[in-house]
């Protein structure tokens, strides 16, 4: 029976071609996931040249492992991809011609309740893509432990959540009964408390759980880390394509990347960002946000 992915790659056809992939390309797939970008790359690819497909979850390159098996030169790293200059260390891969950064969640961690991320999960309030002993803070800790005033800030810089204070001092409230052990728990919580004032059909602690796990993982530290080296591990024309999927973490690569424009290391090749065709995000609704930007290596 062929194995069914959670993950849907999103503007296959627009990443394949911004890679620019010619024959002996050597493309590193930052955030590989289940590998459904990576299994396009090396179809074209087709064993003239290299793939290194890299991610923070260990469980994930296992199933790109496999996914990918019947390919040649392809390999996997487990590595955060801030730590680029690790990668190229372990490859041995010293310039790239092709760098692909997919950002964020894959739905496999929706959909595997274990890692706690979904509204409905009744495991532990992890929220990490690596184990929970690799970051300073887990979900759980934040909620149980960070005074009123951290959490208002951090859902509302990371979550743009208006309802952060509100929100803040439900969990403040809660927590004097008892701690919070499941994202079920916090997501009912929080429905319960402002789930009046939403009209839509996203769930009321959709931006809290983002802000959550942005902060935990440390999201937009680890892009401002990446971006200020890649450009010493790239090929000159070698092209570096980034999918983001909401506001903050797209704000930070473009401000990011026309600075490094304007000191000449890159030139920007989509000054508009690319979005998805309405049929793909018809086909797949959590593509809607998403934001393709690409760069060239000067
Ligand atoms: C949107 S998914 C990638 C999906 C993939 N392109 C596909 O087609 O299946 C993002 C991936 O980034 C990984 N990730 C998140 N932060 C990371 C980091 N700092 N370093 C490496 N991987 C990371 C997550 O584990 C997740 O698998």
């Given at each position: 029976?062929?194995?069914?992915?959670?993950?849907?790659?999103?503007?296959?056809?627009?990443?394949?071609?911004?890679?620019?992939?010619?024959?002996?390309?050597?493309?590193?797939?930052?955030?590989?996931?289940?590998?459904?970008?990576?299994?396009e790359i090396a179809k074209v690819l087709n064993g003239k040249g290299i793939l290194i497909c890299n991610d923070k979850d260990r469980d994930l390159i296992k199933?790109?492992?496999?996914?990918?098996k019947e390919f040649k030169n392809v390999y996997f790293i487990n590595e955060g991809f801030e730590n680029i200059d690790r990668?190229?260390?372990?490859?041995?891969?010293?310039?790239?011609?092709?760098i692909l950064v997919d950002l964020g969640m894959s739905m496999y961690h929706i959909a595997n309740k274990r890692k706690g991320f979904s509204f409905d999960s009744e495991y532990p309030l992890t929220m990490t893509y690596a184990k929970a002993d690799k970051v300073k803070y887990t979900a759980y800790e934040v909620v149980n432990t960070f005074p009123k005033k951290e959490l208002i800030e951090i859902?509302?810089?990371?979550?743009?959540?208006?309802?952060?204070r509100k929100i803040a001092n439900i969990i403040c409230e809660y927590r004097k009964k008892k701690r919070i052990e499941t994202p079920k728990e916090l997501a009912d919580l929080i429905k319960e408390g402002i789930g009046r004032y939403y009209r839509t059909k996203v769930h009321p602690a959709t931006k809290t759980f983002l802000a959550l796990r942005i902060f935990v993982n440390e999201e937009y530290?680890?892009?401002?880390?990446?971006?200020?080296?890649?450009?010493?591990?790239?090929?000159?024309?070698?092209?570096?394509?980034i999918l983001t999927f909401h506001s903050g973490e797209d704000r930070i690569v473009k401000k990011h990347m026309l600075q490094l424009a304007k000191e000449g290391h890159f030139?920007?090749?989509?000054?508009?960002?690319i979005i998805p065709s309405r049929?793909?995000?018809?086909?797949n609704p959590s593509s809607r946000s998403a934001k393709l930007r690409v760069y060239e290596k000067v």
């Open positions: 029976m062929e194995k069914v992915y959670y993950h849907k790659p999103i503007m296959v056809k627009e990443v394949i071609e911004y890679l620019n992939l010619r024959e002996g390309s050597r493309v590193l797939d930052c955030t590989c996931g289940e590998g459904g970008h990576s299994y199933i790109a492992s496999e996914r990918l990668i190229s260390v372990e490859s041995g891969i010293d310039e790239f011609d092709a859902i509302f810089k990371y979550g743009e959540e208006p309802m952060a530290e680890v892009i401002e880390r990446f971006l200020s080296k890649v450009g010493n591990f790239m090929a000159p024309g070698g092209r570096l394509c030139r920007i090749v989509t000054p508009k960002p049929e793909e995000v018809k086909n």
